[in-house]
C-alpha cells in the first residue's frame, strides 16, 4: 500500500485559523493552498459530493465511473489527489476499492472560510 | 473601470449547495472550482486574510505588499483575480486602490463544505 494512503500529504485538519481572525502566515497558506488545488476541479467536486451523498458518505469507486461520464483511469487519477490531500480515504475490498470522507476534512476547510 | 470590477465573473453566493447535500451538477461544479482555483494560492490566501484583519475588512493597498514580500504589481495581479472571482471589491479613493471583503462571499464557500 502506498504510504500516501496512510499518511495524507497535507492535513487540512491541523491547518489554520479562521481567515478572518489573523492574517495567515506563509507555511499555513502553503497548506491551505494545497488542499484548495486539490478541491479546485470540476471532476473531484462532483467525486466528493458524491462519495458524501452516499450512505454512510462512503462509495464504491464502481458506483463513481458512469455518473461522471469519465474513463475509470481518469477518475482513479482524480480520486487519488483527494486521497493525497487527506479528504478521502480508501479501503480496498474485494476487487472493488471505497472512498469515504475523512471526518472532519470538509469542515476543516469551511471552518477556514467561514466569517461569522 | 473594467466591467470586471462591477460584475464579478463567478458568483461564489449563487452557487452551490452544500456537497454533502446532493450531488453536485456538473454547472454548479465548474462555477465551484473556479472560485476555488481562484482562492488556491498562498500569496491569495494571505491577501484575503490580511484585508479581512484590518478594520472593516477593507486594506489599502499600499498596506498589502510590504508584509507579501512580493512586488507591487504582483500583489495587483493577485487581487485582481480575487476581485474578478466576487471574493475582493476594489474602490479607487485617490493615488491608492482599496480592496475590500464581498460580503457573504467566503461564508458562500464555507457553507458549501459544511457538513454539520
Known sequence: MPVTELLPLTDVTA???????EPLG????EALAKTLKALADPARLRLISMVAAHDGHEACVCDLIEPLG????????????????GLLSRDKRGVWAYY???????????AVFATV
Do not use: E, Y
Not at 26 to 29: E, H, N
Open 26 to 29: 506563509a507555511a499555513d497558506a
Open 70 to 85: 469519465l474513463s475509470q483511469p481518469t477518475v482513479s487519477h482524480h480520486l487519488k489527489i483527494l486521497v493525497d490531500a
Open 100 to 110: 469515504a470522507l475523512v471526518p472532519g476534512a470538509l469542515d476543516a476547510v469551511a
Open 15 to 21: 491547518c489554520c485559523a479562521p481567515l478572518t481572525r
